[in-house]
């Protein structure tokens, strides 16, 4: 049996058959479908706007729950990120739901950077993915995907244009994210000033290149509401967790002493058009963009940052494994490298020690030399006197002796001496 | 800037009607459920891809069996006879074809192996089936990795191999257990009972069983396996399956007046045997198998469990394999060579720990 020969037909390009009868592969999106459903979806919104426009209540009026949290100060000393993660369920589809918020955003004084570790949160998430992907063992269909799928840009209701920050922000994001902007607290500008807003907006965001999130229009089930309502960007919103009775409903509103505005009527605000396209008709548009288009360039440019080519100079196509053993090998030749440079080091050091300790012991052993000259003079000395001492002592003893022998021959004559020095002193009394 | 990630704290659910829902009653329900259409019209819109190979001995009806699977003239069947010599060397044929029911499309590529088993030494004639399932594999990988891939890579990999057992109404013979022993690790196979009326109905069973037994003395794993059942409903529908496998099909593809109705069928003296009534052979069953209820599940199987296995093994061994451009040939890979994969078992819907060993 030698080499396979495959011979793949492609019939014509790949002609339509037709079928004579029920096959029955009809229910493959159904299949599809059913999977999906049992693994559960993911999605993951990322709110930016500054402290106080009305993120959390949005989120929470957008799912129609109650979402944990306490509001943030003003003090904050950098932008942070919140980051929460909840299970929704509705009916039978079980939704993993992230909203990250930014804290602090717009609130210091400086705000050159407030950017950064927004741009840093998204860009860590790319990599979490990129990371797992690589891997050698993975488990990518089971992975929690936290890569941000869509970035609602909040714009505070001035009722002019963009503030500096915004449109700073907006651009450093849209490579990265969809963002769709709103305009947060729409109760407080006017219907007129809306539109005047609206459209300064839009013709600053195009003037600047920001490139901004356009629902998908090429497929005619979804093109005609989409384009509807990309004119309609950026929607103005109006979040409120109160409910109160009007007419005879229960319903969300905000209640002022001139009127009340109601969260889910389309002439008040652009709520519904808001939940519509985001959770309704897009969801799955924008998991894809996020995919296709945004990681997919993060990708790129890391891999192409860490090295690899997909083709190189001579425009042969490169393998990634060529890549990677490339790679390899410089980091090993610099790993011996530096094991070498270690050794050395190690060798001399311990040179240097060596002939140190030489020197000690040499001052040691001349050290003890001295002393033991030193002792040695020393005793010396104490014998030259000890002979000296021994020489009178004999002397002494010698004298002794002579005086002795002198005492004995004068005490016969002695004797006569005494008394008559007896005799003298008595009659000296 | 640290994330904090709590624990999903589960928030109550978003239905209206239920009595403990939170604030609004009459605020809309979310939506969620939309994104199920969503992905509807997406999956509609891009068509879906499935590859089959059939594997079997010449004249075991493979070709025609493919036919009455998708009802329609994918293979024109040549009967290897007079004039067309065996070929002397294990070829494989794929054709690819778009068929369209109901608005969803299908890209199906059937792969046939004419000469397998033929020759009168059939060692080793797994090798070049086993090289062209790799090559597949591999050339996913390829696509995977480049820097700048397309949206959507092609899909070539075999999804589902059906292994066509001749009708000996004995055992699995020694070539059927060396090929399944080794195709079973890189891909779903499913066993038929080629040109089952040549068998009645007890020496189908008998004959079943004693494969089944066979399967199980060499530890022959297909599909569907035991190890990637995820709930009881799967447990119980795949159990129910597993009891029936291997289906002893027949295949056919003129059409008989029977009762009035016009049938598939094969047209004998004795009688004509209906393809698709569950009374006279099992074919019914393969087909729902493979194409109404298992298909996203061959191809999932096909994606998490074998393709993985087989990029965890390439790019282990990258460093050994010697430098070229572009495509690395793999050769035919023998099992040898090859440290067997070990199946991610716990891998659907479980976190799989074997991520610590790297």
Known sequence: MAATDVARQVGEGCRTVPLAGHVGFDSLPDQLVNKSVSQGFCFNILCVGETGLGKSTLMDTLFNTKFEGEPATHTQPGVQLRSNTYDLQ????????????????????????????????????????LQEELKIRRVLHTYHDSRIHVCLYFIAPTGHSLKSLDLVTMKKLDSKVNIIPIIAKADAISKSEL?????????????????????????????????????????????????????????RARQYPWGTVQVENEAHCDFVKLREMLIRVNM??????????????????????????????????????????AKRNEFLGELQKKEEEMRQMFVQRVKEKEAELKEAEKELHEKFDRLKKLHQDEKKKLEDKKKSLDDEVNAFKQRKTAAELLQSQG???????TLKRDKEKKNFF | MDPLRRSPSPCSSSRPSSPSTPPCETLGPVGIEAVLDQLKIKAMKMGFEFNIMVVGQSGLGKSTMVNTLFKSKVWKSNPPGLGV??????????????????????????????????????????????????????????????????RHIPDTRVHCCVYFVPPTGHCLRPLDIEFLQRLCRTVNVVPVIARADSLTMEEREAFRRRIQQNLRTHCIDVYPQKCFDEDINDKILNSKLRDRIPFAVVGADREHLVNGRCVLGRKTKWGIIEVENMAHCEFPLLRDLLIRSHLQDLKDITHNVHYENYRVIRLNESHLLPRGPGWVNLAPASPGQLTSPRPLKVCRGAHDDSEDEF
């Open chain 2, 85 to 150: 010599p065996t070929p002397q060397t294990l070829q494989l044929h794929s054709v690819t074809h778009v068929i369209e029911e109901k608005g969803v499309k299908l890209k199906l590529t059937v792969t046939d192996t004419p000469g397998f088993g033929d020759q009168i030494n059939n060692d080793k004639c797994w090798d070049p089936i086993l090289g062209y399932i790799n090559e597949q594999y591999e050339r996913y990988l390829q696509e995977e990795i480049l820097i700048t891939r397309q």
């Open chain 1, 411 to 417: 005490s016969q004559a002695g004797g006569s001496q």
């Open chain 1, 195 to 251: 539109t005047k807003f609206k459209i300064k907006i839009t013709s600053e965001l195009v003037s600047n290149g920001v490139q901004i999130y356009q629902f998908p229009t090429d497929d005619e089930s979804v093109a005609e509401i989409n384009g509807t309502m990309n004119a309609h960007l950026p929607f103005a919103v109006i979040g409120s967790t109160e409910e109160l009775k009007i007419g005879n409903k229960m319903m």
């Open chain 1, 90 to 129: 509705e009916s039978n589809v079980g939704l993993k739901l992230t909203i990250v918020s930014t804290v602090g955003f717009g609130d210091q004084i400086n705000k050159e950077d407030s950017y950064k570790p927004i741009v840093e949160f998204i860009d860590a998430q790319f990599e979490a993915y």
């Open chain 1, 284 to 325: 799955e548009d924008l998991r894809e963009q996020t995919h296709t288009r945004h990681y997919e360039l993060y990708r790129r440019c890391k891999l192409e940052e860490m090295g690899f080519k997909d083709t190189d100079p001579d425009s042969k196509p490169f393998s990634l494994q060529e890549t990677y053993e």
